[in-house]
Nanobody, 124 residues
């Protein structure tokens, strides 16, 4: 099992930036893909971004492409989500997750370990 701890959420005005961090521990060698998801009140959890651990290939939801950037630090076993040009519709709880397979990076059920989430609120 992989343990994940997110940090970096907060309140920001529209147009601002935030950087989320996700520190991984435990069986991190089993991770193939690390992803970020978000869940707004009354909505389903949705894919935001993912990074393949070995190749560093990155993937983004259409709604955040060009504004968000996912990266990782191998030494710190940490994944980051740099969020820029934030919009009120980006308001949600953001979760990082670990995927031990090479399957669909956007498919929620393929992720087996989840963090507790961090709140991001964007005011208009």
């Amino acid at each position: 099992q992989v343990q994940l701890v997110e940090s970096g959420g907060g309140l920001v005005q529209a147009g601002g930036s935030l950087r989320l961090s996700c520190a991984a521990s435990g069986r991190t060698f089993s991770t193939v893909i690390m992803g970020w998801f978000r869940q707004a009140p009354g909505k389903e959890r949705e894919f935001v971004a993912a990074i393949r651990w070995s190749t560093e290939s990155t993937y983004y939801a259409d709604s955040v492409r060009g504004r968000f950037s996912i990266s990782k630090d191998n030494v710190k076993n940490t994944v980051y989500l740099q969020m820029s040009i934030l919009k009120p519709e980006d308001t949600a709880v953001y979760y990082c997750a670990s995927n031990p397979s090479t399957s669909n990076y956007a498919r929620l059920r393929d992720y087996t370990s989840w963090g507790q989430g961090t709140q991001v609120t964007v005011s208009s």
